[in-house]
């Protein structure tokens, strides 16, 4: 379906045509993978799909965001139900903020998951980019332990998710890693774009955010785009959808994001 794209869906093992669509673009680590533990509840209500960047993709912002726009359409034209809620966690929510601007009469709702669109005013991400790709391969596993810390509170997340997370992080060759710093350390959206966007937008932040500086992030955003608001987890880490105390479905019921109501029998596992 998508094979002339550079990015793609993991397809759901089940969906349902006439549900809206859930379209989850993920971190860093382009894969979708780690979302699973959300990905259940999701499906009682959404028809799920998770986002994947190949990785052979050198896009920019720009590309991919009219991949993902393309991909979402092609999504459409064999649903009954045409709604789209799009959610960008971390990389993922720079994704979704260019999307939308890219088609805002496309997406419904949008929900930003500590998204790094403050990442840009941090010189250390520039540094990261310069000097990935020449880091030994054992260097660059171990650094991605030492990183762990930042990016998840740990005693919040089970031994399984953690050892995903690390190994998803391991996984990254260096010269991808080099490559998507240097979007966050490059990512710009001008605030009169950000005013121009009338999609109803839900924020979430971490308050214990290792990484980035996702609560004032979230002010900031809130206070620039007319239909948004924000929800601030006050023990979560940057990785918040991997803690097991955090449901994203339930949240979204909570700040009246969504309906309480569920489509019956439907289940969902990720390929």
């Known amino acids: 379906m998508s094979s002339e794209y550079s990015v793609d869906f993991i397809e759901a093992r089940k969906v ?36 994947k960047i190949r990785s052979d993709n050198y896009s920019n912002w720009q590309d991919l965001a ?4 393309r991909l979402i359409k092609s999504e459409l034209d ?11 966690e971390s990389f993922g929510g720079c994704l ?32 990261g980019a310069d000097i990935a790709p020449w880091l030994p391969t054992w260097i660059h ?21 953690r050892l995903n997370l690390l190994e998803s992080m391991k996984s990254l060759p260096p010269h991808i890693i080099s490559w998507r710093l240097s979007l966050l350390r490059d990512f710009k959206i001008a605030d009169e774009e950000l005013r121009s966007l009338k999609i109803p937008s839900l924020i979430l932040a971490g308050a214990a955010d290792g990484l980035l500086p996702s609560v004032a992030e979230a002010k900031k955003l809130v206070n620039l785009m007319p ?17 097991t105390e955090v449901d994203l479905y339930q949240i979204l019921i909570e700040q009246n994001f969504i309906s309480a109501k569920a489509l019956p029998s439907l289940e969902l596992s990720l390929s």
């Not at 989850?24 to 959404?46: E, H, I, V, W």
């Not at 009219?66 to 726009?69: K, S």
Request: net charge positive; with cysteine; hydrophobic share 45%.
């Open 96 to 127: 979704a903020l260019k999307t939308a601007l890219a088609a805002p009469a496309l997406i419904k709702k949008l929900v930003l998951v500590n998204p790094a669109s403050s990442s840009n005013q941090l010189p250390m991400l520039g540094l």
């Open 227 to 243: 239909k948004a608001k924000m929800a601030i987890l006050p023990q979560s880490g940057h990785a918040c959808l991997l803690e």
């Open 78 to 88: 064999c649903k009954t139900n045409k709604e789209v809620y799009l959610c960008g």
């Open 66 to 69: 009219r991949d993902t726009v």
């Open 141 to 161: 596993r171990y650094s991605a332990a030492g990183l762990l810390p930042f990016l998840a509170q740990l005693n919040r997340i089970n031994e399984c998710d």
């Open 16 to 51: 349902n045509r006439d549900a809206p669509l859930f379209v989850y673009l993920p971190g860093m680590d382009g894969t979708g993978k780690l979302f699973q533990n959300q990905a259940d509840k999701l499906a009682t209500r959404f028809d799920l799909r998770c986002f």
